[in-house]
């Protein structure tokens, strides 16, 4: 997606430790009018598959879930990332390991919210390693959801995440992959049609 | 707002405790409609108040915030409740004391998304005691930005933090406040002009 590279390289940054900082209008400040293009480039690729339901993962998550299930029409559910008191009733969980935090955690869904009728795109704001969205997978095969679609706004291309789902089998579009920089600091895409 | 009081006795329970149920729909499946209609709301009300930045705290408050963001045309940015690796640089915090997690946590947000220059609208799903509000507040008073409203989904107007907060001159809108249930489990809500 032409247009969220160019912001990536206008806005964004590519720290040691291959660290992306897109903060400024992605996961900490958020422009409502990219994540509305964002939204409908999600609808373009998957809106012939059938999804009646939208799941993403707290936080950042949200707002693109939010905005995309605007042109799909359908509701978003989002997994928890702490067992909260009033999350009563059962659910389905799955253990997570995070990288940027160095600790495990596990995910919570209420039962309710995701079932064998269930067509489901799962949609994160980044992908590296992969880890939060094979927790998701875990929940909607507990649930018997039907995974339709993966729509991943910034993929680290570097990191096997992307390519072992892709391989799975999974219908997985990233909207940018992020190769690495280059010697003079520019950073690399990987080439995409569309 | 009679839509979504309709909403929450059609779909949402108050249970022992003052637990005010509404997971179906507000916060942790969205319904995007419902959602797009109170970003309206808001606008309506804070139209004229000259708003150039939406402040929210994750998770929830970022679906509110989003979906309100796009009729006025501003960016959203969210505080956070952990500290990431990733948010590096100069940071706002405040302490809050979380009843429903019965534990204090930090929030952060970067100090270059929030200055002199913002006047704000704090937005969230909630209000009870008032304690994440209190947070929000503070961080804003530290970053100098002017607090032009604060919009509340669903207050409990029983418990005293919208009042005491408009006790303190704030422009706070709940569009619904819940007081209670009757003796036959009917939702009370206070009455609202509008």
Known sequence: MKLLEERIVKDGQVRP???IKVDSFLNHQLDVNLLDEIGKEFYRI???DGINKILTIEA????IA???ARYFDVPVVFAKKAKSKNLDGEVFTSTVHSFTYGKDYDITLAKKFLGPEDRVLILDDFMAVGK???GLLDVCEQAGATVCGIGITIEKGFQPGGDS???AGYKLTSLAIVEGVDDEGNIIFRPQEG
Chains 1, 2 share one sequence.
Request: glycine share 10%; hydrophobic share 40%.
């Open 66 to 68: 939010c905005m995309t």
């Open 165 to 167: 789902l892709r391989a």
């Open 17 to 19: 430790g291959n660290i």
């Open 60 to 63: 950042s998550g949200i707002a």
């Open 132 to 134: 939060a969205m094979h």
């Open 46 to 48: 998957y809106k012939d």
